[in-house]
Structures are given as C-alpha cells and as structure tokens.
C-alpha cells in the first residue's frame, strides 16, 4: 500500500485514524513519521528499541499457538497518550536513541534461530511502525512464521485491509467504553477501536480483547458490562476477554492498584454477558481454559506458562470432542 495521500500542499499519513496533515518537515502525532521530500518517511523503520524472545501468553494470546515462543519487537513513538502507559518510556519518546539498523531479513533469521512460531509486534503501538511490521511480516510468512499485532486499535481503514493474509492474530485493547475519556485522555476515539475490532474479524484475524481495569476510571458495572456485551455480540461469545489488573504508573501514580474484587465481578459481568473465556490478567492467579461444553480443563496455566495442555487433533477437547476457537498447531 502507499502509506499516503496528497491534500494540496500537505500529505495525509495514512498509517493511523488520526490521518494528520503534515506540511514540508513536520512529523504526525505519533513523532516518528514525517514528511521528507513530499513523502512520509517512517523515522523508526529497522531500528526496534524493544526486542524480546517471549512466551505467546504474554501478548496476552491464550488461544494462539499456545505455549510456543514469540519474537517481540517495538520502537519509540505511539499515536495515544494514554496516562497509565507501562512503556511510556519508549512509547512517548520522540527522540530516536537508537544506532543500529536491523532489517526485516535479520528479524526473521532472529526468529528462526530462537525458534519462535510467531513474530509479535509490540511495546508501543505498531501501527505507527507499520511499513516495517509489514515488511517483516511478508517475510515471516515465507519461513512459516505467524505475526501478531499487540494494538491499541487505532489503525487506518488502509492498514487494517492491508493487513489481510498478513497478520495472523491480534491482541486489541480496549480501554474503555466512554467516548470523551478516550478522546480527552487517550487522545483516541472509541467508535474506531470497536470499528477496527470487526474490522480485524471480518479479514479473518484471529482477536483475543484486553481491557486494563482502572479504579475510578473504567471500572463501573455498567461499563465493564458494555464491554463484554459488545464482544460478545460484535466479535463471538468465544473471543477471549483479558481482564487485566492496573499497577500506578506515568502519570497515574495516585491511584490505587486494581482489588481481585473488580476484576472477579468483572468476570462475573463478562460471563452474564456470554462470554465463555475469560482470563483475570497481572494478579498472579491461574488462567486455565475449559471445554465451552463440558467444562473439563483443556489447557492450565501458570502466569505466562503452560503447565499442562490436554487438547487432541484438531485442537477438540478430549472429553467430548468439542472444537476449541483459536489458531493452534496444523
């Protein structure tokens, strides 16, 4: 795809939904791509500030390729502001620190050394990183290589149909069900997020949902019931909901971390609303996942590791034959 468009004297960025307009020299919101010489140049492609050997369950990616490892890459710069952000060291930095260039071809041989079944694209929003996810990703496929995008959803319409064939999973966050807190303190805009989440589906991209409890911020039922209702009802009522505890960080150090009691009435909630996998993640409780039909134990967990997996051929449920959903071994 051509990564933009010309509006007069200005080229419109179409890696992300904020399509900033940017004249001669002037760089997007996210601080890494620029218009150079009447084309946007992505400052950070081939240089990654984060690149990890991690286990699948981390992205967090329950129903994918369990217990194999994924190549986990990022760069600085995001296309949000989000005030609790983990990697806002490097996702809100615009300064490229960063010397060394590795190519598409050196990340895939990376990946195939460490044996990794997948190449995650992660830390900081890789939408603002796509020309080089992209690249990466073509190649990764032509070695047997998975690639998943770790996404606060704000992509394109452009991206995401580009996308097709090319990126196998996605972990989308959805951070709230509340237009103004995502316009006003994520600097994002909800309705594209659960746009981009169909969106995803429809070109058969296997989704698995976070959504970061915050005390006082998302965490009425009300809102939490929205959530898991819009999964349930837009994605499938087996789309794996991630439930994730929230530890001070950034710019919210003054709130207090997530109760275990929020995040079980969240579950509580989620499993009103339909949903039939649920994870409670960063408590440090046991995630196992059961036969939607049978309630047997199909695989256990514990924190990021797989302790025991129990799924036979076709990836069905040894008690009674039930396939699970998700994306698992051929």
């Given at each position: 795809?051509?990564?933009?468009?010309?509006?007069?004297?200005r080229?419109?960025?179409l890696?992300?939904?904020?399509?900033c307009?940017?004249?001669?020299?002037q760089?997007?919101?996210?601080?890494?791509?620029?218009?150079?010489?009447?084309?946007i140049?992505?400052?950070?492609?081939?240089?990654?500030?984060?690149l990890?050997?991690?286990?699948?369950?981390?992205?967090?990616?329950?129903?994918f390729?369990p217990?194999t490892?994924?190549?986990?890459?990022g760069?600085?710069?995001c296309?949000?502001?989000?005030?609790?952000?983990?990697?806002?060291?490097?996702?809100?930095e615009?300064?490229?620190?960063?010397k060394?260039?590795?190519t598409?071809?050196?990340?895939?041989e990376?990946a195939?050394?460490y044996?990794?079944a997948?190449?995650?694209?992660?830390y900081?929003?890789?939408?603002?990183?796509?020309p080089y996810a992209?690249d990466?990703?073509?190649?990764?496929?032509?070695?047997g290589i998975k690639?998943?995008f770790v996404?606060?959803?704000?992509?394109?319409?452009?991206?995401?149909?580009?996308?097709?064939?090319?990126?196998?999973?996605a972990?989308v966050?959805?951070k709230?069900f509340?237009?103004?807190?995502y316009?006003k303190?994520?600097?994002?805009?909800?309705?594209t997020?659960?746009?981009t989440?169909?969106?995803?589906?429809?070109n058969?991209?296997w989704?698995?949902?976070?959504t970061l409890i915050?005390p006082?911020?998302n965490d009425?039922?009300?809102e939490?019931?929205?959530?898991a209702?819009?999964?349930?009802?837009?994605?499938?009522e087996?789309?794996?909901?991630?439930?994730?505890?929230?530890?001070?960080?950034?710019?919210?150090?003054?709130?207090?971390a997530?109760?275990?009691?929020?995040?079980?009435r969240?579950?509580?909630?989620?499993?009103?609303?339909?949903?039939k996998?649920?994870?409670?993640?960063?408590?440090?409780l046991?995630n196992?996942?059961?036969?939607?039909t049978?309630?047997?134990?199909?695989?256990k967990?514990?924190r990021?590791?797989?302790m025991?997996?129990?799924?036979?051929?076709?990836?069905?449920?040894?008690?009674c034959k039930?396939?699970?959903?998700?994306?698992?071994d051929?």
């Amino acid at each position: 795809m051509n990564y933009f468009k010309t509006e007069g004297s200005r080229l419109v960025c179409l890696l992300c939904a904020h399509y900033c307009h940017l004249k001669e020299g002037q760089s997007g919101i996210c601080g890494v791509n620029k218009n150079v010489d009447g084309a946007i140049k992505n400052l950070v492609y081939g240089f990654p500030v984060a690149l990890y050997v991690d286990p699948v369950e981390k992205k967090p990616l329950y129903h994918f390729l369990p217990d194999t490892r994924a190549l986990s890459l990022g760069t600085i710069g995001c296309n949000f502001v989000c005030p609790f952000c983990q990697n806002w060291s490097i996702s809100q930095e615009k300064k490229l620190h960063v010397k060394e260039f590795i190519t598409p071809e050196q990340i895939v041989e990376m990946a195939l050394k460490y044996e990794c079944a997948s190449i995650a694209y992660t830390y900081n929003e890789p939408t603002i990183f796509y020309p080089y996810a992209h690249d990466i990703a073509l190649l990764a496929h032509e070695r047997g290589i998975k690639n998943i995008f770790v996404t606060n959803g704000f992509e394109s319409s452009e991206v995401l149909d580009d996308m097709k064939g090319i990126i196998d999973a996605a972990n989308v966050d959805l951070k709230s069900f509340n237009h103004d807190y995502y316009k006003k303190e994520l600097g994002g805009g909800l309705e594209t997020v659960l746009e981009t989440l169909k969106h995803f589906k429809r070109n058969g991209i296997w989704v698995e949902v976070t959504t970061l409890i915050i005390p006082s911020k998302n965490d009425s039922d009300a809102e939490l019931g929205a959530i898991a209702s819009f999964i349930a009802k837009e994605l499938g009522e087996e789309t794996p909901w991630h439930i994730s505890a929230f530890h001070p960080d950034y710019h919210e150090l003054s709130l207090s971390a997530t109760p275990i009691e929020t995040l079980k009435r969240a579950e509580t909630l989620g499993k009103e609303a339909g949903l039939k996998h649920i994870y409670i993640g960063n408590a440090g409780l046991e995630n196992p996942t059961r036969c939607v039909t049978c309630n047997a134990v199909l695989i256990k967990r514990y924190r990021f590791d797989v302790m025991e997996n129990h799924l036979i051929k076709d990836a069905r449920c040894p008690t009674c034959k039930t396939k699970l959903a998700g994306v698992f071994d051929e």
